[in-house]
């Protein structure tokens, strides 16, 4: 395979700057063996303190006693102690209470959190002595960082693209970045340090790719490790290779079929009019793009929108100035933004942007698949999308499909709600039947003299919608000449191109000339509408410079499953 372009390593550290969990583990200088303990105690919450009776017990803790300090804290609330998380208190994004996070001086907004504790009471990644994997794709992970080091799984961890130590290289200004997102995934609870992950006792599995970027490399990374997801901090621009996707499909394949999920940051370019359909690394069915939301429950402002985005999660404010950021793990001793009491410069409160709130979804989906590990990918993709929370309800962007889903090109489904999903699964869900896709090509070499265009295209399937792509081929130049529609036979109507992105010759803002020769945008807005009947596709000229442009086709594939 090819290597990926010099400046598309640029675009890369760019786009990001704007054997198993350890099966034993120390409490007290006494050895306790999470082995022991696979038969004898449940993943229940005996005592109700949000830790489950099987990891209170590799923990050293009485599964009959909430509060052992007897300090009036539940044992699952602690920020102090020998089983305390110093910054937990923070961590406004697992447990909102109107905390200040940093030096904005700025409260978070008590209830707007992630929803988890009711979950911490059957599930935290450790899936009895199993723990749920989940790899971080970036510059590297510090496996000897006080809060991670229980949590690295060595085995399924990459060098390049050989099995080894993920470390951080020093190479790149972003070398810290896997670190910080592997303690929002997976910084280890109840051990006397600094803060805690989504999923807290699931293996990190991490990788330094973005170093040395290779696609063989990556193919290597993406099918290698005994793992669930996937989290990709990072995207690219104008990108419409499809060798990543193909390396995705390939994944489905991994674990007895039941496949990988591959989680992506969408991208910090609202500013500049961006738009993440306009990559296909993050636009296939196989990848779940991640819109960031602030403290209020609104979109971040760097959040980027398209209509390939699937579910959101919290990113926090641009800066720690500004409001309330996200309070992870760094590379030891190179903290800068840090609290006083963190001596060692192990931990920062100065995270944001979209590639934080990625490692929330994937560290979400670890929790799901603790609950329901029978489940393939689309059906955690369907659960995660059918299940979501609707917010900022006086949003514009929101649009109610046929089969009664809210969808919105800022949010995706709403913000991810881990204990809807598992409620679901564990309940009466069925699952999916075998994924089945319908198409229509049609040609057409027609100038495009209007400032508008409607055409229809007939499909005749009848199949349960999961995920929509429609090809644009247009002899166009420039991406920002056009906005684009899809209107479904339902009549439901989605954003798929926003129109006015802008291009350029410089390293991070190439040139798009990208629609001629085809270019394809997605969406998975649509789902579960049938495919059956007329669908429409709005073209329109948003520059009125492109009056001499051919429309040379249209194609519209439809990817779903019989009901």
Same mark, same amino acid.
């Given at each position: 395979?090819?290597k990926?372009?010099?400046?598309?390593?640029?675009i890369?550290?760019?786009?990001?700057?704007?054997?198993?969990?350890?099966?034993?583990?120390?409490?007290?200088?006494?050895?306790?063996?999470?082995?022991?303990?696979?038969?004898?105690?449940?993943?229940v919450?005996?005592?109700?303190?949000?830790?489950?009776?099987?990891?209170?017990?590799?923990i050293?803790? *009485? /599964?009959?006693?909430s509060?052992?300090?007897?300090n009036?804290?539940? !044992?699952? %609330? =602690?920020?102090?102690?020998?089983? &305390? +998380?110093?910054?937990?208190?923070?961590?406004?994004?697992?447990?909102?209470?109107?905390?200040?996070?940093?030096?904005?001086?700025?409260?978070?907004?008590?209830?707007?959190?992630?929803?988890?504790?009711?979950?911490?009471?059957?599930?935290?990644?450790?899936?009895?002595?199993?723990?749920?994997?989940?790899?971080?794709?970036?510059f590297?992970?510090?496996?000897?960082?006080?809060?991670?080091?229980?949590?690295?799984?060595?085995?399924?961890?990459?060098?390049?693209?050989?099995?080894?130590?993920?470390?951080?290289?020093?190479?790149?200004?972003?070398q810290?970045?896997?670190?910080?997102?592997?303690?929002?995934?997976?910084?280890?609870?109840?051990?006397?340090?600094?803060?805690?992950?989504?999923?807290?006792f699931? *293996? /990190?599995?991490?990788?330094?790719?973005?170093?040395?970027?290779?696609? !063989?490399? %990556? =193919?290597?990374?993406?099918?290698? &490790? +005994?793992?669930?997801?996937?989290?990709?901090?990072?995207?690219?621009?104008?990108?419409?290779?499809?060798?990543?996707?193909?390396?995705?499909k390939?994944?489905?394949?991994?674990?007895?079929?039941?496949?990988?999920?591959?989680?992506?940051?969408?991208?910090?370019?609202?500013?500049y009019?961006?738009?993440?359909?306009?990559?296909?690394?993050?636009?296939?069915?196989?990848?779940?793009?991640v819109?960031?939301?602030?403290?209020?429950?609104?979109?971040?402002?760097?959040?980027?929108?398209?209509?390939?985005?699937?579910?959101?999660?919290?990113?926090?404010?641009?800066?720690?100035?500004?409001?309330?950021?996200?309070?992870?793990?760094?590379v030891?001793?190179?903290?800068?933004?840090?609290?006083?009491?963190d001596?060692?410069?192990?931990?920062?409160?100065?995270?944001?942007?979209?590639?934080?709130?990625?490692?929330?979804?994937?560290?979400?989906i670890a929790?799901?698949?603790?609950?329901?590990p029978?489940?393939?990918m689309?059906?955690?993709?369907?659960?995660?999308?059918?299940?979501?929370?609707?917010?900022?309800?006086?949003?514009?962007?929101?649009?109610?499909?046929?089969?009664?889903?809210?969808?919105?090109?800022d949010?995706?489904?709403?913000?991810?709600?881990?204990?809807?999903?598992?409620?679901a699964?564990r309940?009466?869900?069925?699952?999916?039947?075998?994924?089945?896709?319908?198409?229509?090509?049609?040609?057409?070499?027609?100038?495009?003299?209007?400032?508008?265009?409607?055409?229809?295209i007939?499909?005749?399937?009848?199949?349960?919608?999961?995920?929509?792509?429609?090809?644009?081929?247009?002899n166009?130049?420039?991406?920002?000449d056009?906005?684009v529609?899809?209107?479904?036979?339902?009549?439901?109507?989605?954003?798929?191109?926003?129109?006015?992105?802008?291009?350029?010759?410089?390293m991070f803002?190439?040139?798009?000339?990208?629609?001629n020769?085809?270019?394809?945008v997605?969406?998975?807005?649509?789902?579960?509408?049938?495919?059956?009947?007329?669908?429409?596709?709005?073209?329109?000229?948003?520059?009125?410079?492109?009056?001499?442009?051919i429309?040379?086709?249209?194609?519209?594939?439809?990817?779903?499953?019989?009901?």
């Amino acid at each position: 395979m090819k290597k990926i372009s010099k400046l598309l390593s640029f675009i890369l550290l760019f786009f990001i700057l704007n054997g198993c969990g350890s099966s034993v583990t120390r409490k007290n200088n006494k050895t306790y063996d999470a082995n022991v303990n696979l038969n004898r105690y449940s993943n229940v919450d005996s005592d109700n303190d949000y830790i489950p009776d099987n990891i209170e017990a590799l923990i050293g803790s *009485k /599964i009959n006693d909430s509060d052992q300090n007897h300090n009036g804290i539940v !044992d699952g %609330l =602690e920020s102090s102690g020998k089983m &305390g +998380d110093r910054y937990f208190k923070k961590e406004w994004y697992i447990k909102s209470t109107g905390q200040i996070v940093n030096r904005s001086n700025i409260s978070s907004v008590e209830g707007n959190d992630l929803g988890l504790m009711e979950v911490y009471h059957n599930f935290m990644g450790y899936n009895n002595g199993k723990p749920i994997g989940v790899q971080i794709v970036d510059f590297g992970v510090d496996i000897n960082h006080e809060d991670l080091k229980d949590n690295i799984s060595l085995k399924d961890s990459f060098n390049g693209g050989k099995i080894g130590d993920p470390s951080p290289q020093n190479t790149y200004i972003g070398q810290t970045h896997g670190t910080k997102i592997a303690g929002i995934v997976a910084a280890r609870a109840f051990n006397g340090k600094g803060v805690r992950g989504v999923a807290p006792f699931a *293996k /990190i599995a991490g990788s330094n790719w973005l170093n040395n970027q290779n696609l !063989d490399d %990556l =193919e290597q990374v993406w099918l290698g &490790g +005994d793992v669930v997801v996937s989290n990709n901090s990072w995207g690219t621009y104008y990108n419409s290779d499809t060798i990543y996707e193909k390396i995705m499909k390939k994944a489905q394949e991994l674990r007895e079929g039941r496949g990988r999920a591959f989680v992506f940051a969408a991208g910090n370019d609202r500013s500049y009019n961006g738009d993440t359909n306009l990559q296909y690394i993050e636009n296939n069915r196989f990848a779940i793009a991640v819109a960031a939301l602030g403290v209020d429950d609104t979109y971040a402002p760097y959040s980027t929108p398209g209509a390939n985005i699937f579910i959101s999660a919290y990113g926090g404010s641009i800066s720690a100035y500004d409001g309330p950021t996200i309070v992870t793990t760094t590379v030891s001793g190179k903290a800068i933004d840090t609290y006083d009491s963190d001596n060692q410069k192990n931990y920062t409160y100065s995270m944001s942007g979209t590639s934080a709130a990625a490692p929330m979804v994937s560290g979400a989906i670890a929790l799901i698949n603790e609950a329901c590990p029978n489940l393939k990918m689309r059906d955690i993709k369907y659960l995660i999308a059918t299940n979501a929370k609707l917010i900022d309800n006086n949003n514009s962007s929101w649009v109610r499909n046929g089969a009664g889903v809210d969808f919105s090109v800022d949010y995706g489904f709403g913000k991810i709600d881990t204990k809807a999903v598992i409620d679901a699964c564990r309940s009466s869900y069925e699952i999916l039947s075998k994924e089945i896709s319908t198409q229509a090509d049609i040609k057409y070499n027609e100038v495009l003299n209007d400032a508008s265009i409607v055409k229809d295209i007939d499909i005749k399937d009848d199949i349960t919608i999961e995920q929509v792509e429609l090809t644009i081929d247009i002899n166009s130049t420039n991406a920002s000449d056009y906005k684009v529609y899809l209107v479904s036979p339902s009549g439901t109507k989605i954003k798929m191109l926003r129109g006015g992105s802008i291009c350029g010759d410089s390293m991070f803002i190439p040139t798009c000339n990208w629609m001629n020769g085809g270019f394809r945008v997605t969406t998975p807005a649509f789902i579960d509408e049938n495919s059956n009947g007329t669908w429409r596709v709005e073209i329109d000229n948003v520059n009125n410079n492109a009056k001499n442009d051919i429309l040379k086709s249209l194609k519209l594939k439809i990817y779903g499953h019989r009901s």
